[in-house]
């Protein structure tokens, strides 16, 4: 018979080698939903690429007329959402997909408003990808940029929503209203791409970034882009009224204020009327005050650009108005924007 005996100094059996965990469980929480949501979007965001009329008078531009940025498939016949300013005025706009194929594309729709575009290319059977709800989001929530920054395309980042309701003066005035503001890195060639949560759903359109700033970016609300999207597609544009006035804030007095129970402390004064425009054809004059429209108060241009949306054109208004020292009611039968 033959004894094993076990000194002191080995183990009586094989020591195991230790489990290696799988990469799989190596990913936390954040790392996967980042993975999931980038995997989902990825293959739906486009490279795009335009070239512009030179400006006359300049013999050469920094950029030779050429730019570049960022969009995103929102059906699978072709349809792609970017910035107006990145299609704006292009002569020639090129769109290339993660699989390596190359369109040409057209401007369906443009609205430099709120700074959102429709372009689409002859193809189909695209990966797509979805509107989330922007009413639902909270403040700290994942957010994922994605997009071309400087030409790195399919470029993922992320960070989470830093505040809600932030309003962005747009390439023609106007303001945008509910922007969100994120930390998700952006930078020059992302605009127009997709700002996701961790469902995959596209929360916003990035839009702008604050270039001497840290981690201070934006973004055109979902819920905002969506019917913005949808208009372009169907019409062509956004259709919106206006009086055809040259206004500007003028802050009242006091006594003013107290005097006529005003409930703003500032008015849009009436500069000058445009040549045969709606306020020139209505009973408003140069020189008036403007402090309500339809009964809603109006202190600033801004306030009075929220009103004159596209159920206004046409139909009589009623504006109360400062004139002389004395508060009367006029009536305007607001026009359609041109452009």
Known sequence: MIEFIASQDTPAFPAEEPIQPS??????AYSKAVVKAAGEVSQSVAHIEVSKPQPQGRSRRRDNGFGSGSGFVIAPDGF???NS???SDAREIRVSLPDGRSFEAQIIGDDPATDLAVIKIAEDRLSYTRFGNSAQLQVGQLAIAIGNPYGFQHTVTAGVVSALGRSLRSQNGRLIDNVIQTDAALNPGNSGGPLVNSRGEVIGVNTAIILPAQGICFATASNTASYIVSQLITKGKIRRAYLGIAGQQVNLPERTQ?????SKPSGILVRNLEADG??????????DVILAFEDQSVGLVD?????LEEPQIGKLAELMVLRQNRLIRV?????????
């Open 23 to 28: 990469d799989d469980q190596l990913l936390d």
């Open 80 to 82: 792609i959402v970017t």
């Open 85 to 87: 300013h990145v299609v």
């Open 258 to 262: 107290k005097r006529l129970g005003l």
């Open 278 to 287: 709606p306020a020139e054809q209505g009973d408003l004059r140069a020189g």
């Open 303 to 307: 306030d009075l650009h929220k009103l």
């Open 331 to 339: 009536k305007v039968r607001p026009g359609e924007l041109p452009g």
